[in-house]
């Protein structure tokens, strides 16, 4: 749970620095992507929108949680599991991390796709409703998420590396 409330305190971080802006009509798509590692878990958003001046349009949001993270955090002494344990146990609960990023992010965990790797379970999602960063962040349901506002937010963020 700590890693859930270190993303959403990202995520209300980065939101809280966006501001309204006027949406100029440019034809270029614009995308960043950004980085960080939360407690061993790699956490990687990618923003897209029409331009740089425009609201975005999608956001990405990829985790990955290598085994030996999910043991660590598991509180059970390392050497009473096996990776293969460990393995098995994430793909049994495999759900339970898909309704658990899904409720904190308002999407359905049928919407998030997931791929188990020899090292990690990674989880990818789309969001294209923002409302519940909104609502977290505390900020008006008609708060435009400009992508220039929400990328400079990002990019001042500890950690966060974008590019």
């Known amino acids: 749970m700590k890693n859930f409330k270190s993303i959403s305190a990202l995520l209300i971080g980065a939101t809280l ?19 960080t590692e939360l407690d061993g878990m790699k956490v990687a958003f990618t923003i897209t929108a029409p331009s740089e001046d425009a609201e975005i349009d999608s956001m990405t949001c990829e985790f990955e949680m290598p085994y030996s993270t999910i043991r660590d955090l598991s509180g059970v002494a390392g050497a009473e599991l096996t990776d293969e344990d460990v393995k098995l146990a994430v793909k049994q609960n495999e ?12 999407v359905e965990a049928d919407s ?11 989880l990818s999602i789309e969001l294209e409703d923002f409302s519940k960063i909104l609502e977290v962040a505390e900020l008006p349901e008609d708060t435009k998420l400009v992508y220039k506002d929400l990328v400079e937010g990002f990019e001042t963020q500890e950690g966060l590396t974008c590019e």
């Open 17 to 35: 620095l966006v501001g309204c802006s006027n949406n100029a009509p440019v034809s270029k798509t614009v995308s960043t992507s950004c980085a």
């Open 95 to 106: 759900s339970v991390y898909k309704e658990a990023i899904g409720s904190m992010l308002n």
């Open 112 to 122: 998030i796709k997931s791929e188990m790797t020899e090292e990690s379970l990674k």
